[in-house]
């Protein structure tokens, strides 16, 4: 009775360890959820941060009017717009 239930448990043993669902699969699987984890982390953050900024465009006029500065090159209705051009720069 003995040696059956060894050969039971070697056989149960084998099928865990080197079968394609055994125990090789199953640290595959955490390793792959343990990257998605992390992944996930890195967009939550960046996800909130774009979050912020467009509570932040929605809400005040400041935010859009430096975004329109800086991407557009806005000019406001009071403000005077200075070029300096170098010597070097200038065609004869």
Same mark, same amino acid.
């Given at each position: 009775?003995?040696? !059956?239930?060894?050969?039971?448990? $070697?056989?149960l043993l084998?099928? %865990?360890?080197? =079968? =394609?669902?055994?125990y090789?699969k199953?640290?595959? %699987? @955490?390793?792959?959820?343990?990257?998605?984890?992390a992944? *996930?982390?890195?967009? @939550?953050?960046r996800?909130?941060?774009?979050?912020?900024?467009?509570? *932040?465009?929605?809400?005040?006029?400041? $935010? $859009?009017e430096? @975004?329109?500065?800086t991407?557009?090159?806005? !000019?406001g209705? =009071?403000?005077?717009?200075?070029?300096?051009?170098?010597?070097?720069?200038?065609?004869?």
């Amino acid at each position: 009775m003995l040696v !059956i239930l060894a050969t039971a448990a $070697a056989f149960l043993l084998g099928e %865990l360890m080197f =079968s =394609s669902d055994g125990y090789r699969k199953t640290l595959k %699987l @955490r390793e792959a959820v343990a990257e998605q984890s992390a992944l *996930n982390e890195e967009l @939550r953050a960046r996800n909130a941060a774009l979050d912020a900024e467009v509570v *932040n465009l929605k809400q005040g006029l400041e $935010a $859009a009017e430096e @975004r329109a500065r800086t991407d557009l090159g806005l !000019i406001g209705a =009071s403000e005077t717009f200075y070029q300096v051009v170098s010597v070097a720069d200038r065609a004869y």
